[in-house]
């Protein structure tokens, strides 16, 4: 999960216009159906109608996201998400299905998804937090910005086994440094605001594209985003200096510098 960019600024500079292909790929999605395979494993096996057995099949025939909601809530009913709302707060532990349906689905509908919750972190610390306790208890994360990848990166999975980790609330510009050409910025920045506090000090952002109003500098750098100045100043992690990022287990690998030579 990045958490914070460090990226490289360029003196504003008249170049002739580039132009963008659009390509288009036609997707093919194959639809994964999901439930019980029973087998029969042999004549005279007896089936067992007592009440263990009768909850052995109930549990058999349970769905990945209700298995992922009874993981979350088993213990003192919903201590899991609890824990969650301490870290982030309980207005940005989302679990009500209008609050979540924009989560779910890639702008054309070619993906969808499903989840038990939406989590938005503020902080570097809240995102380390929040993946500690994914790592101790097991849980799948799914990182998200702006949701408008158009390949299905930031859509959990149909199973509903995955908690979306949306990163907008994380939308700080923690400095703009005309004299190294640098700015710092946080991951769920927009395209459009760093390109602005870029211009603030008579500087250029280069990376451009057709959904830079909405899309995050995160997850700009997560697909190598390449935009309309692709040929002139290159793709996302050419603008990249240096990352501030939260590993799978929670602790933070601090890589922001300023050097180009580091």
Do not use: W
């Amino acid at each position: 999960v990045a958490g914070v960019v460090l990226a490289e600024l360029a003196e504003p500079v008249q170049h002739p216009p580039v132009g963008e292909n659009h390509l288009e790929a036609e997707h093919q999605i194959a639809g994964v159906a999901i439930g019980d395979h029973l087998r029969s494993t042999g004549v005279g096996r007896k089936v067992s109608t007592d009440g263990a057995g009768a909850f052995r099949r109930q549990r058999q025939r349970e769905q990945p996201i209700d298995r992922l909601r009874r993981l979350l809530c088993r213990d003192q009913g919903d201590a899991r998400l609890d824990r969650l709302r301490a870290i982030v707060g309980p207005t940005n532990v989302l679990t009500d299905a209008m609050d979540v349906e924009p989560h779910l689905v890639e702008l054309r509908g070619l993906y969808r998804g499903a989840t038990p919750a939406v989590v938005r972190p503020k902080t570097t610390a809240e995102v380390s937090a929040l993946l500690r306790l994914a790592d101790e208890f097991g849980l799948k994360i799914v990182p998200q910005g702006g949701n408008t990848g158009l390949v299905g990166g930031q859509t959990p999975s149909p199973a509903g086994d995955e908690i979306v980790l949306s990163l907008k609330r994380m939308d700080r510009i923690r400095e703009v440094d005309p004299v190294t050409d640098t700015m710092t910025v946080e991951a769920g920045v927009t395209l459009l605001t760093a390109q602005e506090a870029a211009e603030g000090v008579d500087r250029l952002f280069p990376l451009s594209l057709a959904a830079e109003g909405s899309c995050t500098i995160g997850g700009n750098l997560a697909t190598n985003a390449g935009g309309t100045q692709v040929i002139a100043y290159g793709n996302a992690r050419d603008l990249v200096l240096g990352l501030e990022v939260v590993l799978a287990d929670g602790r933070v690998l601090d890589g922001l510098g300023k050097l180009r030579k580091d």
